[in-house]
């Protein structure tokens, strides 16, 4: 199960390295498109990482 998380994780990651469909902060779920990145979420998709890393490691 995490590597299939990981998985779709690291699929948001376009090809210049940015982090993508990070949802903007608001009230309720709305669409996020594929160059939509936000400094919170690119900070949750490194802390998965890091965990992934200790993981396999």
């Known amino acids: 199960m995490v590597a299939a998380a990981w998985k779709g994780l690291a699929s948001a990651v376009d090809a210049q390295g ?10 309720a779920p709305a ?9 919170y979420g690119v900070g949750a998709f490194v802390l998965a990482a890091s965990e992934m890393y200790l993981m396999v490691k």
């Open 18 to 27: 940015r982090v993508g469909y990070m949802q903007a902060t608001g009230s």
């Open 31 to 39: 669409a996020a498109t594929a160059t939509e990145t936000h400094d």
